[in-house]
């Protein structure tokens, strides 16, 4: 070809785009950068898409590798030039690209996926009018053989700016487009030099969603996946974000699809057991989740996912689970000599605990249906005044009321524990009344 076939670019220009050498292709990218902002600057549209026509058609239509990676170099560069002004020109610009993504040589298909991070980035939202073509793209793209390839060898990734992506689509009910974002996922937390972990607070929820599809394959991929993150918080529990999730793991706790369910209350007990105390908080949450399942059943509870039954677990996994979550978190409340704090001062025994809202949980959930439910509650009042007399001593007028309603309740064993609690709020050592007289509640 002539110089003037690949106006308004020099030879020189294309020979340094089209060059093996990444360092060359960059230099040469360079330019165009420069170029295109000089015609953008003076408006001239007809220049810009000569360029691109030359880079999208001419270049692209070469059967040599070296040639495409440098028409790809070239789109990529147009679109830096003229910033957000590339939204004028994104069919010309997205549809080389995507073509490259079904080349047989893997160079080229990973200089298209850089590409079009680069323009996508740069148009954002404007995009979408050609989110089709671009999602089926990705598709494939996700399917490649060499996904980690693709994206370890871009120095250019910028995971920060596309976790939000699939967090995006990541809520889709869209069974290929489900699918799409968990092997994206599944790709990134492969990859050796990618801590995604970091990002899970923002995938996670999605994550869990899934759990739920009606695509066997769906929720086998998505619990797969979960169970390689929880695999990773365990090895490295330092790095994690427990407070960022934990409120996602008590709502799909409380989720009547077991499955679901099950994988929240396993994630609870793991992030109990690895967090300690910074999860007091979340007690009141973590309470309401876990000590219903205390009383889990098949009959009339949480319905069988077609999964749940293929995995054949039984339901008392969770009940079970659920069982240690309990006990674990009754290990972090401990009493004030327990925490070395000044005898009877009690500050710091129950430190970071949201006392009012524990108790507003327990009060409540002895009007449960369950008596295994409603026997836990009564033992973490009596727990929670054996171990934070003086503070629980402010909540009795809370607790005395819910506990006397217990009495009438057909359960031996609620009647029991409850006569307990009595018992324990009239010994309250914090209690400023006469030895052996019982708080009364104001309100009675």
């Not at 979408?128 to 693709?150: C, G, K, S, T």
């Not at 695999?231 to 679901?260: C, G, W, Y």
């Not at 007399?389 to 009495?407: I, K, R």
Request: hydrophobic residues 45%.
């Amino acid at each position: 070809m002539s110089e003037r076939d690949y106006a308004p670019l020099s030879n020189a220009c294309v020979r340094g785009l089209c060059d093996k050498i990444y360092d060359k292709r960059k230099f040469a990218g360079v330019e165009i950068e420069k170029m295109v902002k000089d015609f953008s600057d003076a408006n001239n549209t007809s220049q810009i898409k000569r360029l691109i026509r030359v880079l999208g058609q001419d270049l692209m239509s070469s059967t040599n590798p070296n040639v495409k990676n440098g028409a790809l170099m070239g789109l990529s560069s147009v679109a830096v030039g003229l910033g957000k002004g590339c939204v004028n020109y994104l069919s010309e610009l997205i549809h080389p690209i995507l073509a490259c993504f079904s080349e047989s040589e893997s160079r080229v298909r990973y200089q298209a996926a850089e590409a079009l991070f680069n323009v996508l980035k740069i148009a954002r939202g404007e995009a979408l009018a050609h989110f089709p073509p671009v999602f089926e793209a990705l598709a494939r793209l996700a399917a490649d053989p060499e996904p980690q390839d693709i994206v370890t060898e871009s120095s250019s990734f910028d995971l920060a700016a596309f976790v939000p992506m699939l967090r995006e689509r990541i809520y889709t009910r869209n069974a290929f487009a489900r699918q799409f974002v968990v092997s994206w996922v599944s790709v990134l937390d492969a990859v050796p030099d990618i801590e995604l972990v970091g990002y899970l607070p923002e995938l996670l929820d999605g994550l869990f969603k899934m759990l739920d599809d009606p695509n066997p394959e769906i929720r086998r991929m998505c619990d797969v996946q979960l169970n390689e993150f929880l695999r990773s918080i365990k090895k490295d529990p330092s790095k994690v974000d427990f407070q960022a999730m934990i409120n996602v793991l008590i709502t799909h706790a409380q989720s009547p699809e077991e499955l679901l369910q099950l994988t929240a209350v396993t994630w609870l007990r793991e992030f109990v057991e690895l967090a300690g105390p910074r999860l007091l908080p979340y007690a009141s949450g973590v309470l309401a989740a876990a000590l219903p399942c205390a009383a889990h059943a098949s009959a009339g509870g949480a319905r069988r996912s077609i999964l749940c039954a293929t995995l054949a677990f039984p339901v008392k996994y969770i009940r079970e689970t659920a069982a240690v979550v309990n006990l674990q978190l009754t290990k972090l409340v401990v009493s004030a000599g327990e925490s070395g704090e000044g005898e009877g001062d009690g500050e710091g025994a129950g430190a970071g605990l949201q006392l009012a809202g524990v108790v507003g949980v327990l009060t409540q959930l002895l009007h449960h249906n369950s008596v295994h439910t409603k026997v836990a509650a009564l033992d973490w009042i009596l727990h929670l005044y054996d171990k934070l007399p003086a503070q629980m001593f402010n909540e009795t007028g809370s607790v005395f009321p819910s506990v006397v309603g217990s009495l009438t309740d057909a359960s031996d064993d609620v009647v029991r524990r409850s006569l307990a609690v009595l018992a324990e709020i009239c010994s309250c050592p914090a209690a400023d009344t006469t030895p052996g007289e019982c708080p009364t509640d104001p309100t009675l």
